[in-house]
């Protein structure tokens, strides 16, 4: 893919803050809880480089929930925790007084709910302000280290990663939105952030 300039890199960067705002709101209306989410930071990362971004160490079992996608551009999204993490936001969620121990039976449907949460407020930001349209799979819970949570990947392929901070009533957690895009997905998505900026400039 072409490389985005600044201003398209911003372009993209509001459309997710529009999205995660959304996410937040949900998610709070869920928890009953304020949760509130930082502006993201995006970062066009080779899979190489995404791998060592999310995870330097190469050391970290990291819960991912992957969402295919399809529309003018299609992929997988992820969105990705580090498990210790994932689990206090399953606590918060299914009520605080459950210890995380007893967590496990639930923690599967919860944690898809999040993401569900999460990923379809993206994806209906990003359709409705890029005039697209996206067919979207059931959410499905992975847990792994990042080599091979990205292991769909090809080494020629950018990894979009959309960098956000969960704000929970006593954690700060830190999580990754990343977009797997198929074949010349890549280049779509940037021809659709430039015609959204002609519009805006109209």
Do not use: W
């Amino acid at each position: 893919m072409s490389d985005m300039n600044a201003l398209e890199l911003d372009a993209l960067q509001e459309i997710f803050n529009v999205g995660v705002g959304r996410a937040a709101s949900s998610l709070s209306q869920l928890t009953n809880e304020p949760i509130s989410m930082s502006v993201p930071v995006i970062h066009m990362l080779s899979p190489q480089g995404a791998s060592e971004f999310l995870d330097p160490h190469h050391d970290r079992i990291l819960t991912c929930i992957s969402q295919t996608f399809s529309g003018s551009f299609s992929g997988n999204a992820l969105l990705i925790f580090p498990s210790v993490n994932s689990l206090e936001i399953v606590r918060l969620m299914l009520g605080s007084e459950m210890p995380l121990e007893q967590l496990s039976e639930v923690e599967q449907d919860a944690m898809c709910e999040i993401g569900n949460i999460i990923l379809n407020a993206c994806f209906s930001t990003i359709g409705g302000m890029l005039s697209e349209h996206f067919c979207c799979q059931l959410p499905v819970l992975k847990a792994g280290y990042i080599t091979d949570i990205l292991n769909q990947t090809s080494p020629n392929k950018q990894v979009l990663i959309v960098q956000i901070q969960m704000g929970l009533e006593k954690h700060n957690i830190e999580g990754f939105l990343a977009f797997l895009l198929e074949n010349q997905s890549e280049e779509c998505l940037h021809q659709a952030i430039k015609q959204f900026l002609t519009k805006v400039e109209a």
